[in-house]
């Protein structure tokens, strides 16, 4: 079993920074992808950027520039540093993990976070 608790969500007025954090723990042998998804209300879930383990990253193109992609990979811990905050980074924020753990692949989600900025 393993769980990804993500936190750093709230509410921030536009032009604000906000830094998210997910961390994984269970029965873990390796992950791969860390990766950050968000969810805006009425929307489908949208790739948002993702970091490998040894550290090579991807940005949207709507976040690039703005947001800041980083792993702990000894605390199995992703980060995503989050500035210049538009009202349309809006949503759910989810982390994915992708790997392996002792067994069987690893694909996990957190519960996801909030995000929410005002104009």
């Known amino acids: 079993q393993v769980q990804l608790v993500e936190s750093g969500g709230g509410l921030v007025q536009a032009g604000g920074s906000l830094r998210l954090s997910c961390a994984a723990s269970?029965?873990?042998?390796?992950?791969?992808?860390m990766t950050w998804y968000r969810q805006a209300p009425g929307k489908q879930r949208e790739l948002v950027s993702f970091?490998?383990?040894?550290?090579?990253?991807h940005y949207a193109d709507s976040v690039k520039g703005r947001f800041t992609i980083s792993r702990d990979n000894a605390k199995n811990t992703v980060y995503l540093q989050m500035n210049s905050l538009k009202p349309e980074d809006t949503g759910v924020y989810y982390c994915?993990?992708?790997?392996?753990?002792?067994?069987?692949?690893?694909?996990?989600w957190g519960q996801g976070t909030l995000v929410t900025v005002s104009s």
């Open positions: 994915n993990a992708d790997g392996s753990s002792w067994g069987s692949a690893l694909d996990a």
């Open positions: 269970g029965n873990i042998l390796d992950i791969n992808f």
């Open positions: 970091i490998t383990k040894r550290g090579s990253t």
